[in-house]
């Protein structure tokens, strides 16, 4: 999907990795370069210089790169895990992917074996996490358990965490360029809060309802 049509975006899309391609896509003028923005479920990874974009609540967006061979990606979660067995998961297809990568284990796996598989080393791996602010109004802290979630796991796994900014009320704006590794993170104010809480609450609604009603079949 494109923002707008900038020859260095055209070029940029035609050496895109095709499970990307749909992404939104646009020319960012101040940054001087291709910004792929993410929505809750997805994630992205690269091997160009790219930034990746995305706005988090509750959800928990981790930023994994090789800090030698600056391949790496940002993933966009709600649920930090399920039980079902992510080998049996059918990665080929766009939508049975988002569907699973909605939930951390997958999200935080899926990106992972991508930037191995294009070139990264585990030992060389590194990571930013962003989000789990408590900006819906449950019994449950969803956004404490995405936190806790993706710190035990990165933990498990041996990548060290640089920096974080995690936790509190506020939503934010995330820039994640991981061919340098640098990140950049804007809280939002009270005037934004209501478009991304209804955006969260409306997909965690539509996760429960998926779970419950069995239409869409994972595995």
Not at 8 to 29: I, R
Not at 93 to 110: I, L, P, Q, V, W
Not at 138 to 158: C, P, W
Request: charged residues 25%; neutral net charge; contains cysteine.
């Amino acid at each position: 999907m494109l923002r707008n049509n900038h020859p260095e975006l055209s070029k940029y899309l035609t050496q895109c990795q095709p499970e990307f391609v749909q992404v939104n896509h646009y020319w960012d003028k101040q940054r001087d370069m291709v910004v792929a923005k993410i929505l809750p479920g997805e994630f992205y990874m690269t091997t160009q210089n790219v930034a990746i974009a995305t706005t988090l609540g509750s959800c928990i967006s981790a930023c994994i790169w090789d800090e030698r061979s600056n391949v790496g990606g940002m993933n966009h979660f709600m649920l930090p895990i399920t039980n079902k067995d992510a080998h049996e998961v059918n990665w080929g297809s766009r939508e049975k992917t988002a569907d699973a990568t909605r939930y951390g284990n997958f999200a935080m796996e899926h990106l992972i074996n991508c930037i191995l598989r294009c070139g990264g080393r585990k030992v060389n791996l590194r990571a930013k996490l962003f989000g789990g602010a408590k900006v819906l109004n449950q019994m449950s802290d969803v956004g404490q358990k995405n936190i806790d979630f993706a710190l035990a796991y990165l933990e498990q796994e041996e990548i060290i965490i640089e920096s974080s900014d995690i936790g509190d009320i506020y939503p934010r704006k995330v820039i994640f360029e991981p061919g340098s590794g640098r990140a950049f993170i804007k809280r939002l104010d009270n005037l934004h809060n209501d478009t991304i809480i209804k955006r969260e609450s409306d997909y965690s609604n539509k996760i429960y309802k998926k779970e419950v009603s069995g239409d869409v079949e994972l595995f």
